[in-house]
C-alpha cells in the first residue's frame, strides 16, 4: 500500500470509510477488501461457480493496484460494495442515470433514482403527462409527529383514498423509499375531480433518524411535504392541459429538491430549434433570488445540438454566458455524442457518459501519473476493464424501475473507465493514448466473453475525479490542473470527529467554520508536482490550450466524453468560438467556468474562506515543516460519511452551479 498523504486519508475518511458494528470507522485497506468482496460475489454469481486459481490472483493482483491507489472504483462502490444494499439494491451502485421523462412511470423512476442518491440526466418529454382533473384550491398537509425515539414507523407503504361525496382525495405516505416514490407517481397520476388533497405524512420517521441501509441521515417530512404542495399547485395551474417541456423541467427539479440525503444532481437537456428552447437557455434566471424558482437552481440546462452551429448562434450563447456569471447555458454536439454512442439519448449528470434512455453511469478509474513504464500503465488499464465490466452484472429488476432499465444493461454493458492525473503525464503522446484505449477495450471484452455476456458498446471517458483524485494524490482532477503549485485546500469536518483532534495535535490548522458552528476547517497542503505551469507556479492555461488537451484525449482515448471545465477570461470568448468552429467534430460537451485569479484571497472575493487557496513556496514550506506525522494508532471517526457527488462533479461539467 502507498503511502497516503494526510489530506488522502482525511478525505477517504469523511467519504468513503464505514462505521464499524465495535465503534469506530474502516480504514483504507478494510475498505478496499471489502470492494474486492464485492468483485468476488459479481464474478462468481455471473459465472455460476467459484473463481479459478487464476481468477482469485487477478483479484489479488486488483487489490493491490487498489491499495496502491493505482485504480479505484467509482465513490458510489467505494462507500457501498460488498453492503447488504449492494446485493439487494443494485442500482445503488450507480451514481448517475439518464432518461427521456414522458410518463407517469418516467417520473417515479427519477423519484426512486434520486431517493438512492443516483444524479439524474433527463431530457423532458411534452405529450403525455398532464394536469389535473381541474384545479384543486385547497391542499392540506398533515406532518409527521414522529420524534427520533419512535424511530421507524414500520408503515412502509402508501394508502390511497378518494371520498366522492366530500370530493376528499386523501394520500398517506408511507416511511420508505418505495412508497415516497410511488407516493409523486400517484400524485401525478391523480385524475380525482377533488376539490380537497390532503397529504398525510404521518407515518414518516423523523428528522436525522440514520437510514440503516444507506447511512444518510432522514430529512424527515419537510423538504418532501413542502414540495409535494408545490408540485399539486403547478398541475393545478396547468389543469386539462398537457404539461409543457419547460414544466416537466420544473416537475425534475422539485423532485431533486425532495433528495436531502445527498446532493442532488440533475442535467436537462431539450434540442436547439425546440420551440420551448428560449425559455429553457433562460429558465434559471431569477432562481437564485427569487423562492419560488428556487428549486431550478438543481440543475445544469444544456441545448443540444445536431447541426453545427453558426458563428453567430455561438456568440448569442457566449453573450448569454457571460451575462448570466461564465457557466450557463450549456451546450453541447448531440450529433457526435450519438455519432459515439447510437443510442445516444441524454448525458449522466457530469457528461463523461453518452447514456441512453434508461441507462445508467458506471465508472472505475486510473491514476496515470503513478506510472512511469506504458506496459504497466496498461496492465492495470486492462484490470480496471475487466473490474469495470463486472460492475455491469447487476439486477435492476427492483420492482420499482421499469425493467427497460434492466434489458438497457444487459445489451450495452456500458463501461467508464477513467483516467486521473492527466496533466501530470504530459509526455503521453496520440499513440500512447490509443495504445491504453486499446488496453482497456480489450480488458472489458476479455471479461464480456469469459462470462458469456455481450461486450460492452462503449468502454472509456474522462470523470472529473474531485474527490477521488483527492483520495489517490493525483497531481490534478481528471484533465484539470490544479490551481497553482502550492495550495492550501480547506476541508470540512465535524467537530467531533477524531480524526480532527489527531490533525489537530499534529500541527495542521483547524479553524471553526465560519457559517457551521459544528463543524470546522482543516487546512491541508497540496503540492502539484510534475505539473507545467508554463514556467511559473500559478494556473494561468488559456482557454484553447485547455480545450485542446480536451481534443487529444477525445480524438485517442475516449469512446463518450471528457468531463472538464474550461476556465476562461471573458476576453478569451472569440478565440473559444474559434476553436469550437474549427474542431466541432471533435467536441461533445465541456463546461465553462470564469478563471479565478489564483493570486486573490477570500478577503478579496467577499468570502469566509477558498476551499482552496494558492500560496507562495515560502508560506507552503513553513506550514509543513511544522506538521508532524499523524499517530499511527490514530481512530478514524464515526460520523456518517458524505457523498462523494459534491466534490466529483465540483471540476467537472457540474449539474448544480
Known amino acids: 500500500m502507498s503511502e497516503m498523504s494526510a489530506r488522502a486519508l482525511a478525505v477517504f475518511q469523511r467519504t468513503y470509510s464505514r462505521p464499524l458494528p465495535d465503534g469506530g470507522a474502516e480504514t483504507f485497506e478494510q475498505a478496499i477488501r471489502r470492494v474486492k468482496g464485492h468483485q468476488l460475489w459479481l464474478w462468481e454469481r455471473a459465472q455460476g461457480t467459484q473463481l479459478t486459481d487464476d481468477q482469485y490472483t487477478e483479484l489479488d493482483r486488483l487489490e493491490q493496484l487498489m491499495l496502491a491507489r493505482e485504480v479505484l472504483p467509482t465513490g458510489r462502490t467505494m462507500w457501498l460494495g460488498g453492503t447488504e444494499i449492494a446485493r439487494t439494491r443494485e442500482l445503488s451502485q450507480f451514481a448517475c442515470a439518464s432518461l427521456a421523462v414522458r410518463t407517469v412511470y418516467d417520473v417515479v423512476d427519477v423519484t426512486w433514482l434520486l431517493l438512492n442518491g443516483c444524479g439524474i440526466g433527463g431530457k423532458p418529454w411534452s405529450g403525455v403527462l398532464n394536469g389535473f382533473a381541474r384545479p384543486i384550491r385547497d391542499v392540506q398537509v398533515i406532518r ?20 366522492p361525496a366530500t370530493r376528499t382525495w386523501t394520500i398517506r405516505i408511507g416511511d420508505s423509499g418505495e412508497a415516497w416514490a410511488k407516493a409523486v407517481g400517484k400524485l401525478v397520476a391523480g385524475k380525482h375531480p377533488a376539490e380537497i388533497l390532503i397529504l398525510d405524512f404521518s407515518p414518516v420517521r423523523a428528522e436525522g433518524s440514520r437510514l440503516s ?23 393545478s ?22 433528495q436531502t440525503g445527498r446532493r442532488g444532481a440533475e442535467i436537462l437537456v431539450i434540442d436547439e430549434g425546440d420551440d420551448e428552447i428560449d425559455g429553457f437557455i433562460r429558465f434559471k434566471e431569477g432562481a437564485y433570488a427569487d423562492p419560488a424558482r428556487h428549486h431550478r437552481q438543481y440543475s445544469n440546462n444544456t441545448m443540444m445540438f445536431w447541426e453545427r452551429p453558426t458563428r453567430a448562434r455561438l456568440e448569442e450563447i457566449f453573450a448569454m454566458i457571460v451575462a448570466g456569471g461564465g457557466s450557463e447555458p450549456g451546450f453541447a454536439n448531440a450529433a457526435q455524442a450519438r455519432l459515439r454512442a447510437p443510442w445516444f439519448m441524454a448525458p449522466n449528470p457530469c457528461f463523461e457518459v453518452l447514456n441512453a434512455d434508461k441507462g445508467f453511469c458506471n ?9 512511469t513504464y506504458l506496459g504497466d500503465l496498461c496492465e492495470a488499464l486492462r484490470l480496471a476493464a475487466r473490474a469495470n465490466y463486472r460492475q455491469t452484472l447487476v439486477n435492476l429488476d427492483d ?38 484505449r486499446d488496453a482497456a477495450v480489450q480488458g472489458a471484452w476479455s471479461m464480456a466473453d469469459e462470462v458469456g455476456a455481450p461486450r460492452p458498446k462503449n468502454v472509456t471517458c474522462v470523470k472529473p475525479s474531485g474527490t477521488m483524485g483527492k483520495v489517490m494524490d493525483a497531481p490534478g482532477e481528471g484533465n484539470h490542473k490544479p490551481l497553482g503549485r502550492y495550495i492550501f485546500n480547506s476541508i470540512v469536518y465535524d467537530r467531533t470527529d477524531p480524526l480532527v483532534a489527531a490533525l489537530r495535535d499534529a500541527g495542521y490548522d483547524v479553524r471553526p467554520h465560519p457559517t457551521a458552528e459544528t463543524q470546522v476547517l482543516v487546512k491541508f497542503p497540496v503540492e502539484a508536482k510534475g505539473v507545467d505551469f508554463c514556467g511559473g507556479d500559478l494556473n494561468l492555461e488559456p482557454a484553447t490550450a485547455q480545450l485542446d488537451r480536451y481534443k487529444l484525449l477525445m480524438d485517442w482515448w475516449c469512446d463518450q466524453n471528457v468531463s472538464q471545465t474550461i476556465y476562461y477570461d471573458p476576453t478569451e470568448v472569440p478565440a473559444i468560438i474559434d476553436w469550437l468552429l474549427a474542431n466541432w467534430d471533435s467536441y461533445v460537451g465541456v463546461s465553462f467556468a470564469f478563471r479565478t485569479d489564483p493570486t486573490k484571497t477570500a478577503t478579496d472575493f467577499g468570502a469566509a474562506y477558498l476551499p482552496q487557496a494558492v500560496v507562495t513556496h515560502e508560506e507552503f514550506e513553513e506550514y509543513v515543516a511544522q506538521l508532524r506525522p499523524l499517530a499511527a494508532d490514530v481512530q478514524l471517526g464515526s460520523a456518517v460519511p458524505v457523498d462523494e457527488l459534491e466534490d466529483d462533479c465540483e471540476t467537472g461539467v457540474c449539474p448544480v452551479r
Open 144 to 163: 409527521s409527529t414522529r420524534t427520533l425515539a419512535d424511530g421507524p414507523s414500520g408503515e412502509d407503504h402508501n394508502t390511497e383514498t378518494w371520498d
Open 213 to 235: 441501509r444507506y447511512g444518510w441521515r432522514s430529512a424527515g417530512d419537510t423538504v418532501i411535504s413542502a414540495e409535494m404542495v408545490k408540485i399539486a399547485a403547478m398541475f
Open 237 to 258: 395551474r396547468r389543469a386539462g392541459q398537457l404539461l409543457s417541456k419547460l414544466d416537466v423541467c420544473d416537475l425534475i427539479n422539485h423532485l431533486g429538491v425532495i
Open 363 to 371: 465508472l472505475f478509474e486510473t491514476d496515470v501519473s503513478k506510472f
Open 399 to 436: 420492482g420499482i424501475l421499469q425493467r427497460s432499465w434492466h434489458e438497457n444493461n444487459e445489451y450495452l454493458r456500458l463501461c467508464g473507465v477513467s483516467i486521473t492525473g492527466v496533466v501530470g503525464r504530459p509526455d503521453l503522446t496520440a499513440h500512447d493514448l490509443k495504445t491504453m
